[in-house]
């Protein structure tokens, strides 16, 4: 049982490329979740999705996007990296309500140069 | 800001001894808390959660008490041990109830000499 995978682990950017992030869980889970921490900050909400079809917006959505076109997967996407969005993200999923446990991946580590 | 934060962003513990890790809270309708250890490199892994209608749970050889008269959460780790030394992070579900998200800290640093 893997849990949440997310692929890359790695990647390096230049500013202005594009580059999707994926995750996957095969734990049958509802709600998805996409995070991005920075040092001193802990972990801040992007974006999640409650469903297959559908998402929304979290605490710092701008510069990102998502979709839930399967159940078991959950994209995030940036369409102009920007070197602010160095960070380490990290995909998270519950099982069908926000007050159950949130199982997270080990995360991809992004630069964005 | 963060209306999850913690008191102490390093703790370091002998081997053996007893940890306690503390988190603050702001919001008073918040009804779920859970802790997360995080270790380096790696992704957040659940410890324990508690729901606000507890005051204590117990899992294994962790402890979370709830006091919602301060709005107080702590963690408690008896005979920590080496594998132990990691970061550690509580967050709260913002509106209560089966709705909202995680609001998270900061984390708290813990460290065990052998």
């Known amino acids: 049982n893997a849990g949440v995978t997310q692929t890359p682990k790695f990647r390096v950017l230049k500013t202005g490329q594009s580059m999707t992030l994926l995750c996957a869980q095969d734990m049958n889970h509802e709600y998805m979740y996409w995070y991005r921490q920075d040092p001193g900050m802990g972990l801040r909400l992007i974006h999640y999705?409650?469903?297959?079809?559908?998402?929304a917006k979290g605490e710092v959505p701008d510069g990102y996007n998502v979709s839930r076109l399967k159940k078991q997967n959950f994209l995030l996407g940036l369409e102009s990296a920007a070197p602010s969005q160095t960070s380490v993200y990290f995909c998270a999923s519950s099982l069908y309500r926000a007050d159950q446990p949130q199982h997270f991946g080990d995360g991809t580590r992004l630069s964005i140069l | 800001g963060e209306s999850v934060g913690l008191h102490l962003p390093t703790l370091s513990v002998q081997e053996g001894d007893n940890s306690i890790i503390n988190c603050a809270y702001s919001n008073s309708a918040s009804d779920y808390f859970i802790w997360y250890k995080q270790e380096s490199g790696k992704g957040p892994q659940f410890i324990i959660d508690?729901?606000?209608?507890?005051d204590k749970r117990q899992g294994q050889r962790v402890t979370v008490l709830l006091n919602k008269t301060v709005k107080h959460l702590s963690l408690q780790i008896a005979a920590t041990q080496p594998g132990d030394s990691a970061v550690y992070f509580c967050?709260?579900?913002?509106?209560?109830?089966?709705?909202?998200?995680?609001?998270f800290g900061k984390g708290t640093k813990l460290s065990v000499k052998p």
């Open positions: 999705s409650v469903g297959e079809g559908t998402t």
């Open positions: 508690i729901r606000s209608n507890m």
């Open positions: 967050a709260e579900n913002s509106y209560g109830g089966s709705q909202g998200n995680l609001i």
